[in-house]
């Protein structure tokens, strides 16, 4: 099993629609857990942080942690077409791992 | 703060060739990255450095690449002789401290050819 796991996509969802990401991670001990955002042809930026198990909020994102049960996800209320990218999610292991990636693409 | 720098942004080189890719991290942050992003591996780490000094480099593919971090404002990834599988988009980032090494800043990356 790889450190983080995504599913690679492609997520659509229309605009204004919840679209939802998900990321499972191999060890029980990580406590922290991030997402970031890469549009194309771009480097990848911060969007949000996760330590604590249950959800984080921040304007239209979502995270939330279970580590009983290894995942993370990220929630994107009300989809835009601006929040068509990359969704990375990235694990504190023993040293710091990236999963592969799920791209998602909002349709007006 | 100008952010991340790196260069050069493109980068077209022939098989066997050295290659240098050039980072300057943000002032005042202690931890600096280097990562290699394809399509078919995703974003790897290849080495980390705190306070100028390697951390972890278990990412480097082989001895064909080097990093080095002299000063905490300047780092390079050397690539020598490079191969066609070596071509990717490479990716300096940078952290305030080891503390906050999930909270990274990347740089526009070096989008590298090898023919």
């Not at chain 1, 969802?13 to 194309?40: H, K, M």
């Not at chain 1, 990220?74 to 040293?95: F, G, K, M």
């Not at chain 2, 991290?25 to 390697?54: A, C, D, K």
Request: charged share 20%.
């Amino acid at each position: 099993q790889k450190e983080v796991e995504q599913n690679s996509g492609p997520l659509s969802v229309p605009e204004g629609a919840i679209a939802s990401l998900n990321c499972t991670y191999s060890d029980r001990v990580s406590q922290s857990f991030f997402w970031y955002r890469q549009y194309s042809g771009k480097s990848p930026e911060l969007i949000m942080s996760i330590y604590s198990n249950g959800d984080k909020e921040d304007g239209r994102f979502t995270a939330q942690l279970n580590k009983a049960s290894q995942y993370v996800s990220l929630l994107i209320r009300d989809s835009q077409p601006s929040d068509s990218a990359t969704y990375l999610c990235a694990v504190i292991l023993n040293q710091f791992y990236f999963g592969t990636g799920t791209s998602l693409t909002v349709i007006p | 703060d100008a952010g991340v720098i790196q260069s050069p942004r493109h980068e077209v080189t022939e098989m066997g060739q050295e290659v240098t890719l050039r980072c300057k991290p943000i002032s005042g942050h202690n931890s600096l990255f280097w990562y290699r992003q394809t399509m078919m591996r995703g974003l790897e780490l290849l080495i980390y450095f705190n306070n100028n000094v390697p951390i972890d480099d278990s990412g480097m593919p082989e001895d064909r690449f080097s990093a080095k971090m002299p000063n905490a404002s300047f780092s390079t990834l050397k690539i020598q002789p490079s191969e066609p599988r070596d071509s990717a988009v490479y990716f300096c980032a940078s952290s305030l401290a080891v503390s906050r090494v999930g909270i990274q800043y990347f740089g526009a990356g070096t989008r590298l050819s090898v023919l």
